[in-house]
């Protein structure tokens, strides 16, 4: 069974400091990434899309990604309090066009 | 671009009744996908339709099903309503390619009672 695990947190940091999310796949055939935000009672809003290893920069957003270690990253710089959301990580491979989520981890960030 | 949109966004109903939910994808998304999220269970898959056609199933009694139309609009209907239904019950859409982008709704949240 195709599984992705991240720590449920809360993952708590200051203001302006790196947050960093981590997550880990189970199906070595995974080949698309992706990492949603979900405010409290909003939907999951797509913020990042990976596929290749390596890192990806997109503003205060860097993922990464190592396929060896079936593992993905997500880092938050200069960390917002409006970046308080849960974070949830997702694994696609081919074949399924249905990606697995994790349960999502929790960040707070506080003034 | 309009984003998908999702109708009703909140439903009350009682124990036993049906429910149909909407959901209109983003234009030229031909994949729908359907989610139920709980706290306690997170997001769990329900079906996926492309070119009106279940292609993908997950692991929900037969009292789920969906439909999609010619024009990729979806609806979902859940029979017999249980109070474990009440959720919050997302559809998501996407491009027929290989990198399986998702892009959410704003969810409909149905509480049985």
């Known amino acids: 069974q195709k599984e992705v695990e991240q720590n449920s947190g809360p993952l708590s940091v200051p203001e302006g400091a790196i947050a960093s999310l981590n997550c880990t796949y189970s199906d070595r055939g995974s080949q698309s990434f992706f990492w949603y935000r979900q405010y409290s009672g909003k939907s999951p809003e797509l913020i990042m899309s990976i596929y290749s290893n390596g890192d990806k920069e997109d503003g205060r957003f860097t993922a990464q990604l190592n396929k060896a270690s079936q593992y993905v990253s997500l880092l938050i710089r200069d960390s917002q309090p409006s970046d308080s959301a849960t974070y949830l990580c997702?694994?696609?491979?081919?074949?399924?066009?249905?990606?697995?989520f994790g349960r999502g981890t929790s960040l707070i960030v506080h003034p | 671009k309009a984003g998908v949109t999702q109708t009703p966004r909140y439903l009350i109903k009682t124990r036993g009744q049906q429910v149909t939910l909407s959901c209109s994808p983003i234009?030229?998304?031909?994949?729908v996908s359907w989610y139920q999220q709980t706290p306690g269970q997170g997001l769990q898959f329900l079906f996926e339709?492309?070119?009106?056609?279940?292609?993908n199933k997950g692991n929900f009694p037969g009292r789920f099903s969906g439909r999609q139309f010619s024009n990729s609009r979806s609806e979902m209907n859940v029979s017999t309503l249980e109070l474990g239904d009440s959720a919050l019950y997302l559809c998501?859409?996407?491009?027929?390619?290989?990198?399986?982008?998702?892009?959410f709704g704003p969810g409909t949240r149905l509480t049985v009672t």
């Open positions: 234009s030229g998304h031909r994949s």
């Open positions: 339709y492309f070119s009106e056609t279940q292609r």
């Open positions: 997702a694994a696609a491979s081919g074949g399924s066009y249905i990606p697995t």
């Open positions: 998501a859409s996407s491009l027929p390619s290989a990198d399986y982008e998702q892009y």
